[in-house]
């Protein structure tokens, strides 16, 4: 096949929520495309589409991304707008990713994978441990949520709802005393300086797919899947297939809160995984390798080790809703 560059007279369509964030992933994946055909910014358009999940008065809401209508949130306009042709292509943080895709869509390209690790921000706290007794935590991820209350009952978490920006407003705003972040996102907005510190996997495991960049594309669109061929990162792939199998086979979903760590030494993948009860009174964990090849088959093996370890009712939660 050969192959049709973009050109200003034909443009590559990037589609993309407003966020500061997700412009800077967007504007990201331009300069890999710009960088690996020689093609100049007027051969490509951002265009940015607002989406379910960016409606201001569901943010003010303060309310859990379950009851406000899961991840699709942030993607169902989005991905219309593929469906549909308006976009050729849709950049995502591949943590807010669904496990499926909708029927004609392929997320089958990552850029290489920023820092997987946790933020902790707070304006006079040097660290979670730091934290006095009753202390609040704002933060929106279930994971989060569930990982402090495993790791310290005594603290109160509250929603946290909006993009980094609004976040660190309800900080200085004294609407809690500390709140999480992505690494991987700060670093792209060139905010790293906002971190108090980076908390290390083992001692918050980071959310599925955390730190990579997805693109998604129509499946017959062959062209536009020749061009993402230069970008596509096949380390970031090889880790989270073994990553979202894990999440695919745990049913997971906003309402989940699981985590999941893949990591290569050569040859081999190390696979960490948790899940825990929503309250955090309780929390599975496993720790394994396998042969990279094998990483997703390793991923489902870890969940179906879970489920059997959790047991009658530990579960539960998967079919609320």
């Known amino acids: ?7 200003p007279d034909s443009t590559l369509k990037i589609g993309t ?15 890999r495309l710009m ?19 960016d409606n201001a008065q569901l943010i003010a809401k303060d ?19 593929l469906v549909a042709g308006r976009i050729d292509i849709a950049v995502h943080s591949m943590k807010d990713m669904p496990v499926a895709q909708p029927e004609g869509l392929l997320l089958d390209t990552y850029l290489p994978r920023e820092d997987t690790r946790d933020a902790f921000v707070s304006p006079n706290h040097t660290s979670l441990a730091d934290l006095p007794e009753g202390a609040v935590v704002g933060t929106s991820s279930l994971r989060r949520r569930s990982q402090l209350l495993n790791y310290r009952n005594d603290l109160k978490v509250v929603e946290f709802r909006g993009n980094v920006q609004t976040r660190l407003k309800k900080l200085s705003d004294n609407v809690a005393d500390c709140t999480f972040l992505a690494m991987a996102g700060l670093n792209r907005l060139n905010m790293a300086h906002v971190a108090t510190t980076a908390i290390e996997p083992e001692d ?4 599925v797919a955390q730190g990579a960049i997805g693109i998604e594309r129509r499946a017959s669109d ?18 989270l297939a073994a990553e979202r199998a894990f999440l695919a086979a745990l049913d997971g979903s906003c309402e989940t809160p699981i985590a999941a760590l ?3 030494d050569g040859t081999t993948l190390r696979l960490r995984g948790e899940v825990l009860r929503p309250d955090g009174s309780e929390s599975l964990k496993d720790d394994t390798s396998a042969a990279v090849e094998d990483g997703a088959e390793l991923g489902k093996a870890m969940a179906a080790k879970l489920l059997v370890q959790g047991g009658v009712g530990f579960f539960d939660w998967r079919n609320q809703g």
Not at 1 to 7: A, D, E, S
């Open 17 to 31: 929520r407003g966020s500061p964030l997700a412009l800077a992933q967007a504007f990201e994946t331009r300069r």
């Open 262 to 264: 893949a990591e290569l």
């Open 222 to 239: 062959m062209n536009t899947a020749a061009l993402l061929e230069a970008l596509h990162d096949t380390p970031t792939s090889q880790r």
């Open 204 to 207: 918050m495991l980071p959310a």
């Open 35 to 53: 960088k690996a055909f020689d093609r100049d910014e007027e051969s490509f358009e951002i265009v940015v589409i607002t989406t379910s999940g």
């Open 63 to 81: 309310k859990p991304l379950k009851e406000l209508g899961g991840k699709g949130l942030f993607t169902k306009e989005i991905e219309e707008a």
């Open 1 to 7: 096949m050969r192959l049709t560059l973009p050109n």
